[in-house]
């Protein structure tokens, strides 16, 4: 698969996480982060991930990886601000990263 295909592959699959996170936050959120935010947020969501060392840690027992979800949230917040996106509400931001995080539940990817 080139280069080129596994971008449009990610965009797609980028597009339907989007979709999930908006179907996944409360009413009052719907119309609170606009799509580029949200593509903003995942981008961000991603770095920690690469940043933090979960990608390489070693499940437990049961084959789970703990993610602290309010550690993301942190994350999130810190580098908005730093990167003069705006300063987010961690409580609104949370319900984004959760969305993120049942949607790879829903595909089979985390548990």
Do not use: H, W
């Amino acid at each position: 698969m080139g280069l080129e295909e596994d971008f449009l592959l990610a965009d797609a699959d980028d597009e339907k996480t989007i979709e999930f996170i908006k179907n996944y936050l409360p009413q009052e959120l719907k119309e609170k982060f606009s799509d580029d935010e949200l593509y903003y947020f995942l981008d961000l969501i991603d770095e920690y991930y690469s940043e933090s060392g979960i990608l390489d840690a070693q499940p437990d027992a049961d084959g789970y990886v703990d993610i602290d979800l309010e550690e993301v949230v942190a994350y999130i917040v810190k580098e908005a601000k730093k990167d003069e996106m705006g300063e987010y509400d961690p409580e609104e931001v949370l319900f984004v990263v959760q969305g993120e995080m049942e949607y790879g539940n829903s595909l089979g990817q985390v548990d």
